[in-house]
T-cell receptor, first 115, second 113 residues
């Protein structure tokens, strides 16, 4: 499976600020996804990062709050905008196989705390 | 009704026993099913995936799928203390290769020496 690297691994931010999380894959992959895991909760899909076009957001998530870029087949960013304490979560990037097949594997995640 | 349901546990088993983890899902069109293991403070790690009805074995792990009953399970044989973790059931939404995974709340497994 592809090796997925996320930066930063963790951060503590002030409310009202924005943070961009990077996801780098060591090989070209068809699909990239962003998930959120709130404290004590399971994973929730935020959006599908589409190469060369706008991301596809799940219900409850909007582009203004979570803008996503995917400039090529190995890289994506997720920005958490105008942060509030409710955004304190682990944000995870995942990919399918190089041929688009399942299963998905996850990066190590970004642990974000908002003060 | 949640799309993917699991008992949150904790499920406690003695070392060497069989741990049985269960999951039900609501989307009859789903075709792909996954089990992830998550240690505290770590990201989810894929353990098993299954696409067809029946059993699929990999080492000490067996995944079982019954699409008619919308039920998927994970059996862990000869459980070890290192198996103590949260196990997440994930179902791919839709019948095509969407890649969109819906996760259950996870079952916490405790294996006691």
């Amino acid at each position: 499976s592809a090796v997925i690297s996320q930066k930063p691994s963790r951060d503590i931010c002030q409310r009202g600020t924005s943070l961009t999380i990077q996801c780098q894959v060591d090989s070209q992959v068809t699909m990239m996804f962003w998930y959120r895991q709130q404290p004590g909760q399971s994973l929730t899909l935020i959006a599908t990062a589409n190469q060369g076009s706008e991301a596809t957001y799940e219900s409850g998530f909007v582009i203004d709050k979570f803008p996503i870029s995917r400039p090529n087949l190995t890289f994506s960013t997720l920005t958490v905008s105008n942060m509030s304490p409710e955004d304190s979560s682990i944000y995870l990037c995942s990919t399918t196989g190089t041929d688009g097949s399942q299963p998905q594997h996850f990066g190590d995640g970004t642990r974000l705390s908002i003060l | 009704q949640k799309e993917v349901e699991q008992n949150s546990g904790p499920l406690s088993v003695p070392e060497g026993a069989i741990a049985s983890l269960n999951c039900t899902y609501s989307d009859r069109g789903s075709q792909s099913f996954f089990w992830y293991r998550q240690y505290s403070g770590k990201s989810p790690e894929l353990i098993m995936f299954i696409y067809s009805n029946g059993d699929k074995e990999d080492g000490r792990f067996t995944a079982q799928l019954n699409k008619a009953s919308q039920y998927v399970s994970l059996l862990i044989r000869d459980s070890q203390p290192s198996d103590s973790a949260t196990y997440l059931c994930a179902v791919e939404r839709g019948s095509s290769n969407t890649g969109k995974l819906i996760f259950g709340q996870g079952t916490t497994l405790q294996v006691k020496p």
